[in-house]
């Protein structure tokens, strides 16, 4: 694998630095790969700008920043039209198709994903979407096993929102299948 960064981006109260935080968890405890997590967020609690990057490895990680992102999850405009310039050539966009319109890239994969949309209509609680988000990386990247990382939301999950929350996880890797394969 070498190494990867993944950047999640959005707004305040959307999850995204707990999908983070659980995706270095699954890599660093549970799949025995080096993982480093930085955040930053405006001075809001929600609905200002909010970032995460999540660096994962085999060998030990020198530079926790992620400067160029492999993957980049996209949940607001703001973030979007702000970072998308820093993916490098090759890098997988994954956005929120009801909140973010993209621009096209050469050499950029942008995949198109409803999770606000998925996360109301099909599980009943918009707060999921960033698990949504979640399993959709997942299935595309392969970076950790999807297994694992469910394990991580049964435990860093409120109690009682577990099951909904891998609900949302695993519509999340259904539709990116569902969308690769259009």
Do not use: H, W
């Amino acid at each position: 694998m070498g190494s990867i960064g993944i950047r999640f981006a959005g707004f305040g109260g959307q999850g995204l630095l707990l999908a983070g935080v659980m995706l270095g968890k699954a890599a660093a405890i549970l799949s025995g790969k080096n993982a480093a997590q930085t955040q930053s967020y405006g001075t809001e609690a929600r609905g200002g700008a909010s970032q995460c990057n999540v660096v994962i490895s085999d060998e030990p990680i020198t530079c926790v920043g992620v400067v160029n992102p492999d993957s980049f999850i996209c949940m607001s405009q703001e973030a979007y039209d702000k970072l998308i310039d820093d993916v490098r050539p090759g890098a997988q966009v994954y956005y929120d198709s009801d909140l973010v319109k993209i621009k096209e890239i050469e050499g950029v994969q942008q995949i198109s994903i409803p999770s606000t949309r998925t996360a109301i209509d099909k599980l009943g609680r918009k707060i999921v979407a960033n698990m949504v988000m979640l399993g959709a990386l997942v299935e595309g990247t392969g970076v950790v096993d999807a297994e694992e990382l469910k394990e991580c939301i049964s435990s860093d999950v409120p109690k009682g929102t577990e099951e909904l929350n891998i609900r949302a996880f695993e519509e999340g890797r259904r539709l990116y299948r569902e969308v690769m394969n259009q």
